[in-house]
């Protein structure tokens, strides 16, 4: 019972150094607020950039064209050191027929292209359709299909100065995104420290007679600490519960128009199958913001040895 009263005046005073300081404690917040909302929108951008690369990833490989003069069994062989490679996630044998079925399929409303391939009696090459885990490792399957061993059924790779260059364009892309949003929610999270930090220390200023009052009455280090503390706590859980009320109701409302240019899936899938961990993530994060600027403040300027 003892412990219970101690608690509920320990809150009782929080909330009033809470309210003391009501602008300071507004800004603390809102700062706050801003930092778990950049580190939140860090994740969903990592999240749904990613997906997006596997999608492209799925698209995007190496063709190996092979010469009309077909050798089975060299091809077979190739295919098997192909596979071989951890980083080829399948490959596909497409025959010279399935090559011209495949192109007139896709160009059904260009006849004059069509036209074009018939007089030219099937001029489309058979090939090896190979796909990848990740485009940044493309290099040795384009290695292994161009290499001296194979040169008497491969023609050439699709694998160019062109198509590097767009899978650097890529992943370059989704780095510097993530690093820019690490780096904003690291500068705004170090301003929601000295905010409150301050905050802190104001309201240990405004109560210091208070303070002194309390040691010689005899109160505990963790009685005095206490209100600080829960304070910090305050911001923390305040933020966090609008962050999350904002990124839930961001995706319900704007999903839908975002997901018809990048992939939002896998996002979606994230935030719904897992939304405890997004929720324990996020109050986790306020909280230990405010805990870990608050204890900065009482280590500097709450002095009670």
Do not use: C
Request: proline share 2%.
């Amino acid at each position: 019972m003892h412990y219970l009263t101690t608690l509920r005046r320990i809150i009782i005073a929080g909330f009033r150094n809470f309210f003391r300081n009501a602008w300071l404690s507004t800004a603390a917040t809102a700062i706050m607020l801003v930092t778990l909302l950049i580190m939140i929108t860090g994740i969903i951008m990592n999240i749904a950039l990613s997906k997006e690369i596997d999608n492209i990833t799925e698209d995007i490989g190496v063709n190996i064209y092979l010469l009309d003069e077909d050798n089975p069994r060299l091809r077979k062989q190739l295919t098997s050191q192909l596979e071989r490679q951890e980083n080829v996630r399948s490959i596909k044998y497409v025959s010279k027929q399935q090559a011209l079925e495949d192109f007139n399929k896709d160009n059904q409303s260009q006849p004059e292209i069509l036209e074009g391939l018939t007089i030219a009696n099937n001029a489309l090459p058979a090939s090896l359709e190979v796909r990848v885990f990740d485009l940044n490792e493309i290099n040795p399957i384009a290695k292994t299909a161009e290499s001296s061993k194979y040169q008497s059924i491969v023609e050439e790779t699709s694998y160019d100065n062109e198509t590097e260059d767009r899978i650097k364009t890529i992943g370059s892309t989704q780095r510097f995104v993530v690093r820019g949003l690490i780096a904003a929610g690291i500068i705004f999270a170090g301003i929601s420290i000295l905010i409150i930090f301050n905050t802190i220390r104001m309201a240990i200023f405004t109560r210091s007679e208070e303070i002194k009052i309390m040691k010689l009455i005899g109160a505990t280090n963790a009685y005095i600490r206490g209100p600080f503390l829960f304070e910090a706590i305050v911001y923390g859980l305040i933020a966090a519960t609008i962050a999350l009320a904002i990124t839930y109701v961001s995706l319900a409302v704007l999903g839908d128009d975002i997901g018809r240019y990048v992939d939002f899936s896998t996002v979606d899938a994230t935030f719904d199958g897992y939304w405890y961990l997004v929720v324990i993530g996020t109050y986790f994060g306020g909280v230990g913001l405010g805990l870990a600027s608050s204890t900065l403040a009482m280590v500097k300027y709450l002095k009670l040895e």
